[in-house]
Structures are given as structure tokens and as C-alpha cells.
């Protein structure tokens, strides 16, 4: 008969069995190292996430913090990361849930203090429940503490009562920190620079995105709903090692595909309607994000035909401009410029093409930018402007470049352009020379989407 230990041990050992990652434990421990050295002194105190109810006893699934899980690949919910320089016990530690048995029956299984400190890596860890017995005094005599202020209101309100509390010890000769720092603005511009293992995982994500849009062309006709066809693209993400969408994936039919943000996914697909899907798939908390458009009945009529070359010719303009030394803003302006003098060959606009960019006329059809950065959220961190002026590209960095044209029905439009809404999403990487586009496997152009449709 075995005993309780063995039987705690067993069960410990399948918890880490369903935790394991695509990054390996040591790339976390290199970011600690690199952060640390970044902010010289003080304690980097960083939250997790927090669980959310979703109506009465039902629960939204969890995901980590971004930041909280760059920096440790933990992923349970209810944990808190210590980085605290010199101090003699151990720089790292995590505050995270006991082991519990019962509850683990309930509710699934926990790694425990023993699983922080056996694959996580930590150099000492307490039960959650004790931070506010503990942490005060890990904080004692530090000049400063680094969070992500604003972040999690509650959480910033406990640090303040921490603070407090050492305060009112100053009799005792104990110094309280007297800097609260903005931990973001330091590692957000870490994050913004991916290295060789990041990009790793953010092509394995790619991939699985390029297998949930190939499979949603394949299978589209027109009667089906757009629930359908969302239900066979992240069917596919998850079948080729994706645990969850990136974010809610838009898959808009028709004159909804004028809407940018469109959620419903709740309308039939008709003959001779384009279908528009903005969706990606995450892997490892790693975020692709890619946008096709194609038409229902898989054969692009001519006045679609004519649209769609008019953003694809904007976006590998974009892209084309994507290359270390360029500004962020470059590639927009390139396709703007594509995309106003394609409204002006079409008739949708009129007069002088410089005049038409500089008073933003193009903005009735293109109202959004060109691009976002890209990484562990989907529209992920880091500034886009440094001193006021648009940052330069620099190897590493990745985000998208999408730009589109959505054509609304209106009294003053020809009806043969009424309800095009086309967007061409692809993800990029700056390398030190020229960019590699990390979605390049999805179909794209007219033919290639045509003969994937047809077969």
C-alpha cells in the first residue's frame, strides 16, 4: 500500500507533466538575470493575473500576466514574483498556492511551493496566503520598488498598505522604500526585442495559424455561418499545438466585414460575398495575428478582384519597408500612399494625391493604422515613439503589417463596391538585414487562394 508522501509525490508529477512549456526553464532565469542587472537596485515585486468570474459560479479560463510569465513561466494563478538583489536567502521567489489534494480534485493541480522550487527555479518560495506577513519585510531598507503601477489597482493598493506599515517602524531605525518605479517602462523594452527561443515560438504559432486559415478556406461555402467557419479555424489551431485563440477571432461575412471589430459570428454566408477572418492562434503565450480575405463561393468577382490588389499591392509595399534603420511610421505611409492612389484609379476618390493624404480623405476607407508590435499580447509592448520621434526598427522587433479598405454601402458609392471590406494581415520580423515574414505559408494571392478553394 503506498503511502500519503508517495502518493502526494505521484500526483506532483503529473502536475508538472500537463505544465510543460515550449521554452525551456533557463531562458526564464536569463530574463531575471538581464532585468536585474537593468534596474541595479531596489525589489521587483510583479503580479499574476487574476482569476475572473464570467457569471455566477463560471469562471473565465485563466492566462497568466504577460510580464509575470516572461519572467517566470509559471503559470497558475494567485502568485506573486519577488526579485530582490542581494538578498542573502535567495533574489527570487514566488508566493504561490499550497498543494491541497481536495481541492486539486475539484479544481485541477497545483505545482505547491515544492514544484516553484524543483522546476521553476525559484531560490525560496512562501504559501500566497503569507505575503502580507512576509513581504514587508523583504521590502525593509530597499530605496525602491519596481511594479507595473496601475496595472492591477488592488494590488497596488496592498503596496501602499506595506509601505505604510514600514513606515510606521522608522522609530526603529527601519527605512521604508521611498521610490515607487513604473516597472513597464523597463520591461516592456526587454520584451520588445525578441530573441532566437521567442521567435522560435512565435513561428510554431504562425504555423499553427497558417493551418487554421487554410483549413477555414477549405472548407467555406456559401449557407454556412460564420460559427461554423470559426469553429474549423480554431479546431485547426489546437490540433497543431495551439492551447487557446490569441485573442477572439473575427470571421465577418459580407458588409460585416466593414466592421472592424466585429464579434457576432452569427450570420449566414452568401454567394458572391467576401469573408473576412482576423484570427491567430497562441502557443506558449505567444501571440500570432493574421488577417485573410477571401470569397465564399471561392472566386473573387471582378470589382473584388480589383480591391484586393489594391491592399495586397499596399501591404507589400508596408512590407517592403520594414528593415532595420527605417522608422516605425514608414511602412505606413507607404501603404497609405498605395491605398489613396488605389481609390483614385477606382473612382472613390477625387483630386491630388498629396492633397487627398494630407487632408486624410483616404480615411472614409482606411480609418486604422498599418501595424501593431507583436509578442506575448497581441497588440504587445513597447513605445512606438522615443523623444517624440518614431523609433527606428532594430532586429528583434515583430509586429504586424495589415493594411485594408472597407468599402460600406452608401447613397453616394457605385452598389458594384458596396460592402468590399478587405484586410491583409501578415506577421514580421526585423532582422539585420531586410525582415522575414513569419506568416508567409497562408495563402494570399488572388490565384493561390482561388486554386486552394477550387481543390
Known sequence: MRSRHTLRRLVFSESIRIMRKVLEQKVFDRRRVDLMQLIGDGVVVVPTSMVRSRSND???????????????GFPEPEAVLVLAPGRE???YLIFCRERDLEYETWHG???????????????????????D?????ILEGQEKIYTNVGRYPEFDARILGWLNRIKKSSRSGISAPYELVDLSHILHEQRLLKQTEEVRVMKIAAKATAAGHTRAMQVCEPGM?????????????????????AYSSIV???????????????Q????????????????????SDVTRTFPVNGKFSREQMVVYEIVLAAQQAAIDKSISGNHWNEPHEAAVQMLAQGLLDIGLLNGELNELIETEQY????????????????????????EGKWRAFEPGMTFTVEPGLYIAAASDIDPRWHNIGIRIEDNVLIQRKGNIVLTEAMPKSVDAIERLMAS
Open 268 to 287: 449566414q454566408l452568401k454567394h458572391g460575398d467576401l469573408l473576412l477572418i482576423d484570427a491567430g492562434a497562441e502557443v506558449d503565450c505567444y501571440a
Open 252 to 266: 465577418a461575412g459580407g458588409d460585416n466585414a466593414c466592421i472592424l471589430h466585429y464579434t457576432e459570428c452569427n
Open 225 to 245: 455561418w460564420e460559427y461554423e467557419i470559426r469553429a474549423e479555424l480554431e479546431c485547426e489551431f489546437q490540433k497543431s499545438g495551439s492551447q487557446i485563440p
Open 109 to 131: 493541480r497545483r505545482a505547491g511551493l515544492e514544484g516553484v522550487l524543483e522546476h521553476f527555479n525559484a531560490d525560496d518560495t512562501f504559501p500566497i496566503e503569507d505575503i
Open 363 to 386: 480615411k472614409r476607407f482606411y480609418m486604422h493604422r498599418t501595424g501593431h508590435w507583436l509578442g506575448m499580447d497581441v497588440h504587445d509592448v513597447g513605445d512606438y515613439k522615443v
Open 133 to 137: 506577513q512576509i513581504l514587508p519585510g
Open 89 to 91: 536567502a535567495g533574489e
Open 58 to 72: 463560471t469562471e473565465f479560463p485563466f492566462r497568466p500576466d504577460s510580464d509575470f510569465y516572461y519572467l517566470s
